[in-house]
């Protein structure tokens, strides 16, 4: 059964930095959309970023701008979401997402609406701190 595992959640103080990863069981990521998305204590699941399969093209919420950078490492078939200069505003559980839709051409983009996507890991928690 396909399965989504996040990894690479935990503390941090305000201004540092993590690197979460997403990997797939048994499955290869390289022609599928994934989202990073996330969920603040008391509120409601939010998209944070998404890159289209095959062509790896990227796009993010405009709130998640300019810190948050999600890329692909094609050989360990993850999606990674890369924070930096974190805020004890962005604790919460962090979930990457499946679109099963297969997105063989390069010019394929995502949209990090939750709607879009299948399949959904467990979450890994980031907390910052001060």
């Known amino acids: 059964q396909l399965q989504l595992v996040e990894s690479g959640g935990g503390l941090v103080q305000p201004g540092g930095s993590l690197r979460l990863s997403c990997e797939a069981s048994d499955f290869t990521l390289n022609h599928y959309a994934v989202g990073w998305f996330r969920q603040a204590p008391g509120k409601e699941r939010e998209g944070i970023s998404c890159i289209s399969g095959s062509g790896g093209n990227t796009n993010y919420a405009d709130s998640m701008k300019g810190r948050f950078t999600i890329s692909r490492d094609h050989s360990k078939n993850t999606v990674d979401l890369q924070m930096k200069s974190l805020e004890p505003e962005d604790t919460g559980i962090y979930y990457c997402?499946?679109?099963?839709?297969?997105?063989?051409?390069?010019?394929?983009?995502?949209?990090?609406?939750?709607?879009?996507?299948?399949?959904w890991g467990q979450g890994t928690q980031v907390t910052v701190f001060s």
């Open positions: 997402a499946l679109n099963l839709k297969v997105q063989i051409t390069t010019m394929t983009t995502c949209t990090p609406d939750l709607d879009d996507y299948d399949i």
